[in-house]
């Protein structure tokens, strides 16, 4: 079993950066890829970024890319994401999620564990 926690949500201003982080539990964290989603109001949730199992590859949504960075350490069964120049479009619940394989995809699919979320909202 892997239970996820995510934090560091918050409301900030257009521009600005929060750093997500979520905490996992479980002895195999460091087998698997995991990936960042968000979901809004009325919408699918949405893939953002993922890492591999030793955090040597990484991939993103083009929306986010050179914006948000997603690291992980695997000694802190912790992974993170670093938002940077927010805009207000980001807004959503992110999520984030263990793969079932060591090297994740961007399918939702494919993660089988998910934390509760966390509000992340980019005022104009």
């Known amino acids: 079993q892997v239970q996820l926690v995510e934090s560091g949500g918050g409301l900030v201003q257009a521009g600005g950066s929060l750093r997500l982080s979520c905490a996992a539990s479980g002895r195999t964290f460091s087998n698997y890829a995991m990936g960042w989603f968000r979901q809004a109001p009325g919408k699918e949730r949405e893939f953002r970024a993922a890492i591999s199992w030793n955090g040597d590859s990484t991939y993103y949504a083009d929306s986010v890319k050179g914006r948000f960075t997603i690291s992980r350490d695997n000694a802190k069964n912790t992974v993170y994401l670093q938002m940077n120049s927010l805009k207000p479009e980001d807004t959503a619940v992110y999520y984030c999620?263990?793969?079932?394989?060591?090297?994740?995809?961007?399918?939702?699919?494919?993660?089988?564990?998910w934390g509760q979320g966390t509000q992340v909202t980019v005022s104009s």
């Open positions: 999620a263990t793969a079932t394989s060591a090297y994740g995809t961007r399918r939702s699919s494919q993660y089988n564990y």
